[in-house]
């Protein structure tokens, strides 16, 4: 078994900034693509980014394309989402992801809110 905690979510102003954490214990022994998805009220998950196992390469929704950085600390178990640059359309709940060969894991989400 993974689990999966986020956290650094928040209420922050438009034009703000914050930085996301997924932490991963359990079975991490090895290390797997992740990424995040987010959800607004009333709307689906959607993916905002995703980053390989070494962290050599980067996968970004267009909406958040050079506002968002995702990065991972192997050694830590841990991916990173730095967001600038926030507005209010990108209040939602992110949720971090982990993909194995068994299966992909969520985590329970961390609320960002953007005020206008």
């Known amino acids: 078994q993974v689990q999966l905690v986020e956290s650094g979510g928040g209420l922050v102003q438009t034009g703000g900034f914050l930085r996301l954490t997924c932490a991963a214990s359990?079975?991490?022994?090895?290390?797997?693509?992740m990424g995040w998805f987010r959800q607004a009220p009333g709307k689906g998950r959607e993916f905002v980014a995703s980053?390989?196992?070494?962290?050599?390469?980067?996968s970004y929704a267009d909406s958040v394309s050079g506002r968002f950085t995702i990065s991972r600390d192997n050694a830590k178990n841990a991916v990173y989402l730095q967001m600038n640059m926030l507005k209010p359309e990108d209040t939602a709940v992110y949720y971090c992801?982990?993909?194995?060969?068994?299966?992909?894991?969520w985590g329970q989400g961390t609320q960002v809110t953007v005020s206008s």
């Open positions: 980053i390989n196992v070494s962290g050599g390469r980067t």
């Open positions: 359990g079975r991490t022994f090895n290390n797997y693509p």
């Open positions: 992801y982990k993909d194995t060969p068994q299966a992909r894991y």
